[in-house]
Nanobody
Framework: QVQLVESGGGLVQAGGSLRLSCVVS????????LGWYRQAPGKQRNLVAT???????NYVDSVKGRFTISRDNAKNTVYLQMTSLKPEDTAVYYC????????WGQGTQVTVSS
């Protein structure tokens, strides 16, 4: 059984930074790509950053150059470093495998004030 526990969210002013962390339990961590997804109020959940087993990364255009995804395979942890945050980045952020499994963690709220 896989568990995903996100942390690191909070309230930050526009232009600020946050670092999200996600600890992943279970044996899949070293065998699957991982991603950070986000869901803004009233909108669907979308994938914003992906990292493969070998460390290759991919980002949606709206976060490219501002967000950096990384993983520590020894700690079963995936990170999302977010800089130059904008109000439109406000959302609940989730980590998950790519493609996503059925069960999701509780997410971590990121709120960016203007």
């Amino acid at each position: 059984q896989v568990q995903l526990v996100e942390s690191g969210g909070g309230l930050v002013q526009a232009g600020g930074s946050l670092r999200l962390s996600c600890v992943v339990s279970g044996r899949l961590f070293n065998f699957r790509a991982l991603g950070w997804y986000r869901q803004a109020p009233g909108k669907q959940r979308n994938l914003v950053a992906t990292i493969t087993i070998s460390g290759n990364t991919n980002y949606v255009d709206s976060v490219k150059g501002r967000f950096t995804i990384s993983r520590d395979n020894a700690k079963n942890t995936v990170y999302l470093q977010m800089t130059s945050l904008k109000p439109e980045d406000t959302a609940v952020y989730y980590c998950q495998f790519v493609p996503a499994l059925r069960d999701w963690g509780q997410g971590t709220q990121v709120t960016v004030s203007s």
